[in-house]
T-cell receptor, first 113, second 115 residues
Framework: GDSVTQMEGPVTLSEEAFLTINCTYT??????LFWYVQYPGEGLQLLLK?????DKGSNKGFEATYRKETTSFHLEKGSVQVSDSAVYFC????????????FGKGTMLLVSP | DAGVIQSPRHEVTEMGQEVTLRCKPI?????LFWYRQTMMRGLELLIY????????DSGMPEDRFSAKMPNASFSTLKIQPSEPRDSAVYFC?????????????FGPGTRLTVL
């Protein structure tokens, strides 16, 4: 079945550091890929998405490129802020038509001033 | 739009009691998902509905768990009887028409504590 693997956290960075959170997936066909973010005490929010190979999703300074050859969708940001501290989830959507998502286990990011 | 609405936001109950969690999806969305989140197991999909019909309930952990969607604007997740290991944050999410690549919109969650 489909699966998503993320790097384990927590990832601890200083403000303005470069961020990479690795995500790889296993799926049949051509899934869509997503990054969701969960701030403390809140539900998950879509951060960015990509629907086909070589697409780049971007939002709020975050970027991720859909790499079919390496089955990866790594999340990057050039300069993190304290407010980026949250849990980040990589996910894929199959082609079943019901918008179901398979999530990774999440990676906690802690940014210190 | 108010987004996905869940109630209550917090619930504390004693073992053996019945617990009912409620969800109002975004108007116009036709898919609804119930998730459970714990430190140990992460985010788990419990059940999802399409056009008010349950499509897959294979994630429901036991017969103590049941979910209904009587109409397009309301769903419940019931636990009877509740146990301490049911303590978790329960999320409801909704999304648009099937057959398209759609974002799931999550509610704020219900934090359940079973003593």
């Amino acid at each position: 079945g489909d699966s998503v693997t993320q790097m384990e956290g927590p990832v601890t960075l200083s403000e303005e550091a470069f961020l990479t959170i690795n995500c790889t997936y296993t799926a049949t066909g051509y899934p869509s890929l997503f990054w969701y973010v969960q701030y403390p005490g809140e539900g998950l929010q879509l951060l960015l998405k990509a629907t086909k190979a070589d697409d780049k999703g971007s939002n709020k300074g975050f970027e991720a490129t859909y790499r079919k050859e390496t089955t990866s969708f790594h999340l990057e940001k050039g300069s993190v802020q304290v407010s980026d501290s949250a849990v980040y989830f990589c996910a894929l959507s199959d082609q079943s038509g019901y918008s179901t998502l398979t999530f990774g286990k999440g990676t906690m990011l802690l940014v210190s001033p | 739009d108010a987004g996905v609405i869940q109630s209550p936001r917090h619930e504390v109950t004693e073992m053996g009691q019945e617990v009912t969690l409620r969800c109002k999806p975004i108007s116009g969305h036709n898919s609804l998902f119930w998730y459970r989140q714990t430190m140990m197991r992460g985010l788990e999909l419990l059940i999802y509905f399409n056009n008010n019909v349950p499509i897959d309930d294979s994630g429901m952990p036991e017969d103590r768990f049941s979910a209904k969607m009587p109409n397009a604007s309301f769903s419940t997740l019931k636990i009877q009887p509740s146990e301490p290991r049911d303590s978790a944050v329960y999320f409801c999410a909704s999304s648009g028409a099937a057959g398209a690549i759609n974002e799931q919109f999550f509610g704020p969650g219900t934090r359940l504590t079973v003593l």
